[in-house]
């Protein structure tokens, strides 16, 4: 009798499962795409020069505060993954000449050149030599994107493949590509000095590429003669402390230390 009377409690326990339920997937949502994040203008870090002023003055975006698309703007996560949709979609496909360099060690390093599609709003020859990320190459949507757009405006464009990247690509010494080498990036800027002597140069390097395209650029003075100016995008400075990072679950960022991983052994075995 006494548990026929308790029986019309029930739902109210399901109930407050329920709410429980639907709290931790609000929970999840919240810190997945990372709505409580306040939104500034970037942090700046410069040494007040002319050339600063006038970057300044001419990309006042710089100063301004981002606001991100709705919902789902402050969430890097899916940010990467629509960019790598859509891109795969509406990217552009520059047309280029793949140019092969031998290295002395035997190595094949291939790069691949873009003619600009218009003339240069200074009137200049500019070449901008581009180092692409880790593992990356000319074929990416990034630089197809970032190419496409440089040509539209005067610039000629040589972007590295690094070593081992392209699956047409075989091998032809025991090493691909490193973290600290810049034997192929020279070649290839040495390579654009012969071929155009009267360019000048814009170094552009993406995240590993900013790393090798800075170490070149350091390496030598000379490597530095007819370079414009240096653009380091989304460089990493330090392996082990982003090693640190990468190990982590919070926000899930062991998730990219697997998928890069997997995409290096990929790499290595498609050419054992």
Known sequence: MSAMLETPELPAVFDGVKLAAVAAVLYVIVRCLNLKSPTAPPELIYQDSALARFLLKSCPLL????????????????????????????????????????????????????????????????????????????EKQYIRTFVDYAQKNGYRCAVLNHLGALPNIELTSPRMFTYGCTWEFGAMVNHIKKTYPQTQLVVVGFSLGGNIVCKYLGESQANQERVLCCVSVCQGYSALRAQETFMQWDQCRRFYNFLMADNLKKIILSHR
Not at 102 to 121: K, R, V, Y
């Open 63 to 138: 100063t301004k505060e981002y606001i991100p698309p709705l919902i789902w703007g402050k969430s890097g996560h899916i940010q990467t993954a629509l960019y790598g949709k859509m891109g795969r979609v509406r990217s552009p496909h520059p047309y280029g000449l793949r140019k092969y360099l031998t290295m002395p060690d035997g190595a094949t390093a291939t790069f691949d050149l873009f003619e600009p599609q218009s003339e240069h709003c200074i009137g200049e020859d500019v070449t901008m030599v581009i180092c692409p990320g880790i593992a990356n190459h000319s």
